[in-house]
């Protein structure tokens, strides 16, 4: 049997497919989620149901967003899975995930990502913060790493301001490449997203705090003078407070928020010099 081949289904690289065969892997992630019966639990990327069968029996039914055809059809057809689950057949990308909440009842979002959607995928499903309890994930460990950082490490950035503006950010465990098959080529973990119930220093529009994240970490080695020269001057960094010869990464969340509602309130024209 070919390496790629698990419970006579070809794993697809380009839906980033690798599946958990580890039971005790398994369990201790179920363990980690907890679902309970009478939650609005939803698993992005079911596959082959490793984590959606544990979660099943101890919550009795559950969402799942899967865009593999096959995988769909196997769902909708599994002799004991079938009749717990409502399939959405769909590009989580694009899905609206608003649409699953149901007498209020916010979403326990989990999966084991393909970790070449992930990025965007988070960005994608931060969108949806108000309407989330948590959410557990399956990443590159690398990607839990980038979400979790201090400001001062080189790993902080926007990924990891993005994230925790909306939500406080818990590595739960590490995993590696042999509870997967195929077995990818990097460290996996889970990560543990709780959004702020309220958000203590709100951002006036969440696309500028994107904005100065995406200007001032183009190029991480610039000083922000440099790299900020298009949204403020050194003189207005300066009046807030903020040294223009420092460097993206050792300016703090709440730095990315004043900057954000400073270039909300003091748009810079296209065109100017
Ligand atoms: N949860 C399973 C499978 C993980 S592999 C397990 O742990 O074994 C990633 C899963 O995400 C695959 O089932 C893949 O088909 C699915 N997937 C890939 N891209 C997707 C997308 N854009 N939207 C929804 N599901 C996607």
Redesign the pocket.
């Known amino acids: 049997m070919s390496k790629r081949t698990?419970l006579g289904h070809q794993?697809?690289k380009r839906?980033?497919?690798?599946?958990?065969?580890n039971e005790a892997v398994?369990s201790s992630i179920v363990d980690v989620i907890n679902p309970e019966p009478g939650e609005n639990l939803v698993?992005?990327?079911?596959?082959?149901?490793?984590?959606?069968e544990p979660v099943v029996e101890r919550a009795g039914k559950l969402t799942v967003?899967?865009?593999?055809r096959d995988?769909a059809r196997r769902l909708r057809h599994h002799p004991f899975l079938a009749e717990h689950l409502t399939i959405h057949e769909?590009?989580?990308?694009?899905?609206d995930f608003s649409e699953l909440v149901i007498d209020e009842k916010p979403l326990r979002i989990f999966?084991?990502?393909?970790y070449?959607?992930s990025t965007p995928?988070i960005f994608h499903l931060l969108t949806f913060h108000d309407k989330v309890q948590d959410m557990h994930f399956?990443l590159q460990k690398e990607v839990v790493e980038r979400m979790a950082a201090s400001p001062n490490c080189k790993t902080y950035g926007r990924l990891s301001i993005m994230t925790q503006y909306q939500c406080q950010v818990i590595p739960v465990m590490e995993i590696g490449p042999e509870a997967?098959k195929p077995a990818p080529k990097v460290d996996s973990a889970i990560v543990r997203l709780v959004p702020h119930k309220k958000i203590k220093n709100p951002v006036k529009d969440i696309k500028a705090l994107n904005q100065v994240c995406l200007a001032g970490f183009n190029q991480r080695r610039k000083t922000i003078r440099n790299s900020f020269k298009k949204l403020l001057t050194s003189d207005q960094l300066e009046s807030m407070g903020i040294n223009p010869g420092l460097r993206p990464e050792n300016l703090s969340v709440d730095d990315y928020i004043m900057l954000a509602n400073f270039v909300v309130d003091n748009p810079v024209e296209e065109d100017q010099e």
């Open positions: 698990h794993a697809k839906f980033g497919q690798n599946f958990l065969h398994i698993e992005i990327g079911p596959g082959l149901g490793a984590l959606t967003v899967e865009l593999d995988l769909t590009d989580a990308l694009k899905f999966g084991n990502l393909p070449n959607i995928l399956m997967f």
